[in-house]
C-alpha cells in the first residue's frame, strides 16, 4: 500500500500491518495493543516498557524499533485509559486500587496479612500496616517496595504506619529471636541460600531496631504471610472499616489531590503512559 493511499484511509479502518521481524522475535508483540472493537479510537497502539522493567534485559534494546513503529498512521503510543484494564473512577479510592488495579496474588497477600494481624488481636495500625505493606510491589516497583509503598500512603496515614511500612524491607532480613521471627524460608527459595543483604539495609534494620516503633514495623514482618493458598478468600469489606478509621481517602480521589504523592497513584490509573 502506498503512503498516499494510507494517507485517504477512512480513520476508522484498521490498516494491514506487518510487526518487523526483530520486534516479533523479540517477542515485543505484547507490548502493542491490536485495535479491538473496544478500541477508543481503533488505532494500535504501543506500550512503551518503561525503563525500570526492562534495564538490564534484552528487551531495552528495542526502544528504537518501538519508536520507529509509532511513526506509522494507523499507530500510536498508548495513552490514557487502556481498554485492557478496567476503568477507574474518577475519584478512585483505596479499595479501587486493590479490586481494579492489584493482581490476585498480591492482592489476597496483603488481605490475608491483615486478616492474620486481626486474628492476633493486634493493634489497628498493624493491621493497617499490614494491609498496605507491599503497595508498591502490587501496583507500582518491586526493587526498594517498602520505601515507594511508605511514600505512596504517608499522606494519608499515621506516621507510624508509614513508617512501618518503610522499615519492614529491611527488617524481614534480619530474626529476632525475642519475639520469635526467622529468616523467612521464603527467601531461601527467592534469593538463594547464599544470598546476604546489602550494607544499607543491614543499617536501615539496625536503626530501627533502636527506634520507639520498632515493633510496630516488626509485627508487620511476623504477620508477612509469604504462603499463597488460592482456596482462601479475604474480601476488600472485611476491613472496610479499619481503612475508614486509618486511612484519609482525598475527596478528590487518589492521584487527584495535588498531594506530593499524586503521581504515583496516577501512574497506577494510567500504567503504561508513555509519558
Ligand atoms: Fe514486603
Ligand atoms: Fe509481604
Known amino acids: 500500500m502506498s503512503e498516499s493511499t494510507e494517507a485517504r484511509a477512512p480513520a476508522n479502518r484498521v490498516l494491514p500491518h506487518e510487526l518487523p521481524a526483530s520486534l516479533r522475535d523479540a517477542g515485543l508483540e505484547n507490548w ?6 473496544d478500541a477508543v ?4 497502539r ?10 538490564g534485559t534484552p528487551a531495552s534494546a528495542y526502544q528504537g524499533a518501538l519508536l520507529a513503529e509509532a511513526r506509522h498512521p494507523d499507530t500510536v503510543f498508548m495513552m490514557g485509559d487502556n481498554p485492557a484494564l478496567p476503568t477507574m473512577p474518577a475519584r478512585p479510592t483505596l479499595r479501587d486500587f486493590f479490586q481494579l488495579r492489584f493482581s490476585k496474588i498480591a492482592r489476597t497477600h496483603l488481605l490475608q496479612s491483615a486478616r492474620v494481624a486481626r486474628e492476633h488481636g493486634l493493634d489497628e495500625k498493624v493491621i493497617m500496616a499490614c494491609l498496605l505493606h507491599d503497595i508498591a510491589i502490587a501496583g507500582l516497583l518491586s526493587a526498594n517496595h517498602g520505601y515507594w509503598g511508605a511514600q505512596m500512603v504517608a499522606p494519608y496515614v499515621d506516621e507510624e504506619i508509614a513508617w512501618s511500612i518503610e ?11 525475642s519475639v520469635g521471627y526467622r529468616y523467612p524460608d521464603a527467601y ?17 534494620a539496625e536503626a530501627a531496631r533502636r527506634h520507639r516503633w520498632y515493633m510496630t514495623s516488626r509485627l508487620v514482618t511476623i504477620n508477612d504471610i509469604y504462603s499463597f493458598d488460592p482456596n482462601v478468600v479475604v474480601g476488600y469489606d472485611e476491613f472496610e472499616d479499619v481503612v475508614g478509621r486509618n486511612f484519609r481517602q482525598p475527596s478528590e480521589g487518589l492521584g487527584f489531590d495535588g498531594s506530593p504523592v499524586a503521581h504515583m497513584w496516577r501512574t497506577m490509573i494510567w500504567p503504561n503512559n508513555f509519558l
Open 167 to 177: 522499615k519492614h524491607e529491611a527488617l524481614r532480613y534480619f530474626p529476632d529471636e
Open 188 to 204: 531461601i527459595d527467592y534469593f538463594g541460600p547464599d544470598y546476604r543483604p546489602p550494607g544499607y539495609l543491614r543499617r536501615e
Open 46 to 55: 504501543i506500550i512503551m516498557p518503561p525503563a525500570a522493567a526492562v534495564m
Open 41 to 44: 479510537d481503533r488505532r494500535r
Open 32 to 37: 502493542i495493543r491490536e485495535p479491538l472493537d
